[in-house]
């Protein structure tokens, strides 16, 4: 690659975080594209692109980004196999189980009868969540099986065929927090513990849940980054659980990750450390 490394920004919805990192871009004398993938034509054709880092909010709108990047020979972050990967909470769940790590019990059901059998294994209380979402949409805590039926019977309404798969876990007796970490190539640049609000029983920021500095153990370093590569993430934030008998669960990881929260409680520039990875990786 001669000259300035071309960067592209490719976004849906551009939040603080896709500002953020256009600023940081500029700020490294890269060169910026900002792409709005809602008014594009992707023409799989060859582009003076050298990067495409993927902001997409809609997981599919991330997924084709990423892919139609790939196809005309450009490096995309995150790759699509692992936007998909992660996008997807099956496919999630099962790649951290064949990477050895530590997850919630799980069982799947891929529809309400599976599910309901997949729930007497699990147990009560249980948690339910479809495949595919974020911000906790749609993720149910199951008292009783009234609250299951009802779940079910919302799912049932809904016209995508993979929301009648139901993700079934024990119910994690969280300590009003879980922990978020963010993972850039082989570095885990910061944790925050994320506080729920007194007004919901999930941790997500989205939904109220207060973003705290935690403190960066051996141990959290190392199943954030063996989560991060169990779906081939290069820039991803990991979602861990702690039990009551201090071990750590691997929740979730996301593909298109947000950092406000971290920023903010940590002080650290993660919208730079990425850029700066972005850039370092045209030239491997
Ligand atoms: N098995 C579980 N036990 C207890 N709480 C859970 C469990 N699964 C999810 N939660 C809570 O719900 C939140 C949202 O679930 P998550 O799987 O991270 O979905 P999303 O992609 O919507 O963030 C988590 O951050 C956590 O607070
Ligand atoms: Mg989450």
């Known amino acids: 690659m001669a000259g300035k490394p071309v960067i592209e920004i490719a976004f849906d919805t551009p939040r603080l975080e896709e500002k953020l990192l256009a600023k940081a871009v500029a700020a490294k004398g890269a060169e910026l594209r900002l792409t709005n993938i809602k008014q594009n034509v992707f023409t799989l054709q060859k582009t003076s692109l050298d990067v495409c880092l993927v902001r997409c ?109 139901h993700i079934i876990q024990e119910y994690i007796d969280l300590p009003n927090r879980d922990i978020r970490t963010i993972v850039i190539g082989e570095e885990v640049v910061g944790a925050i513990y994320r506080y729920r609000s007194s007004n919901d029983w999930r941790t997500n920021v989205a939904l109220g849940g207060e973003p705290v500095q935690a403190f960066l153990n051996d141990e959290l370093v190392e199943i954030s980054l063996r989560a991060a590569k169990a779906v081939k993430g290069d820039v991803v934030s990991i979602d861990v659980f702690e039990t009551t008998d201090g071990s750590y669960l691997v929740n979730e990881v996301n593909g298109v990750p947000e950092f406000k929260g971290l920023m903010k409680a940590t002080g650290v520039n993660v919208p730079e450390k990425i850029i700066d990875y972005v850039i370092a990786s045209t030239r491997r």
């Open 57 to 165: 909010v809609s997981l599919y709108s991330a997924i084709h980004t990423a892919a139609l990047r790939e196809g005309a020979g450009v490096r995309s972050i995150n790759s699509s196999e692992s936007i998909f990967l992660a996008g997807d909470k099956v496919l999630t769940v099962s790649r951290l189980r064949s990477a050895n790590l530590p997850i919630p019990r799980t069982a799947v059901g891929l529809n309400t009868r599976a599910a309901e059998k997949a729930l007497e294994k699990v147990g009560l209380p249980a948690v339910d969540k479809p495949p595919i979402g974020s911000w906790g949409r749609l993720i149910a805590l199951v008292r009783d099986i009234d609250d299951f039926k009802l779940v079910a019977e919302h799912r049932e309404m809904l016209p995508s065929s993979y929301m009648k798969t």
